[in-house]
Antibody, heavy 116, light 106 residues
Framework: EVQLVESGGGLVQPGGSLRLSCTVSGFSISGCWMHWVRQVPGKGLVWVSR????????TYADSVKGRFTISKDTAKNTLHLQMNSLRVEDTAVYYC?????????WGQGTLVTVSS | DIQMTQSPSSLSASVGDRITITCRAS??????LHWYQQKPGKAPQLLIYSASSLQSWVPTRFSGSGSGTDFTLTISSLQPEDFATYYCVQTRDAPLTFGHGTKVEI
């Protein structure tokens, strides 16, 4: 069974940092592209970042470029998102996602709140 | 970036109704268009992938069509559990882009 479980969310002040993790079971993240998507509560879905199956290629939304870093630990089958210089507008539920069809997979999400 | 225009943003319907939601891409995305259903407090769940293929758990009242730039999601006979928000997403190019969602309400 495919499972993705995010962790690491919480309350942080503007300018602070957080590291999100997504622990995966049921498939190997070394074999597929993995993504982060976020959603402000009550609003729509926004793609944030992706990393290639071999970990060599990363892509970011303009809104997070230079502040967020996506990475993967294949030994632990875990995806990460290092978020620095956080802004109030980064407040959202963050999902790790496998856009692979059929099936794919989303985690349950972890809430990041940026507030003073 | 590829823009996804989803309409309507919301609709009111009754059990048994047939409804259609559309997504239009700003450029050709072939069939790399997928539909998700999201209920409050839950992660999105895949309904239709590659424009018209039904995910295995999904009832056959859901269907998808289209290719290129114009796509539709149809629910042939709305059931109580179908009241939710629906999103399209294109995976043709990064940044991946979602439609703004369609909230289906009673």
């Amino acid at each position: 069974e495919v499972q993705l479980v995010e962790s690491g969310g919480g309350l942080v002040q503007p300018g602070g940092s957080l590291r999100l993790s997504c622990t995966v079971s049921g498939f190997s993240i070394s074999g597929c592209w993995m993504h982060w998507v976020r959603q402000v509560p009550g609003k729509g879905l926004v793609w944030v970042s992706r990393i290639s199956s071999d970990g060599r290629t990363t892509t970011y939304a303009d809104s997070v470029k230079g502040r967020f870093t996506i990475s993967k630990d294949t030994a632990k089958n875990t995806l990460h998102l290092q978020m620095n210089s956080l802004r109030v507008e980064d407040t959202a539920v963050y999902y790790c996602v496998r856009f692979l069809y059929p099936g794919g997979g989303w985690g349950q999400g972890t809430l990041v709140t940026v507030s003073s | 970036d590829i823009q996804m225009t989803q309409s309507p943003s919301s609709l009111s319907a009754s059990v048994g109704d047939r409804i259609t939601i559309t997504c239009r891409a700003s450029q050709n995305i072939d069939s790399l268009l997928h539909w998700y259903q999201q209920k409050p407090g839950k992660a999105p769940q895949l309904l239709i992938y590659s424009a018209s293929s039904l995910q295995s758990w999904v009832p056959t009242r859901f269907s998808g069509s289209g290719s290129g730039t114009d796509f539709t999601l149809t629910i042939s006979s709305l059931q109580p559990e179908d009241f939710a928000t629906y999103y399209c997403v294109q995976t043709r190019d990064a940044p991946l882009t979602f439609g703004h969602g369609t909230k289906v309400e009673i």
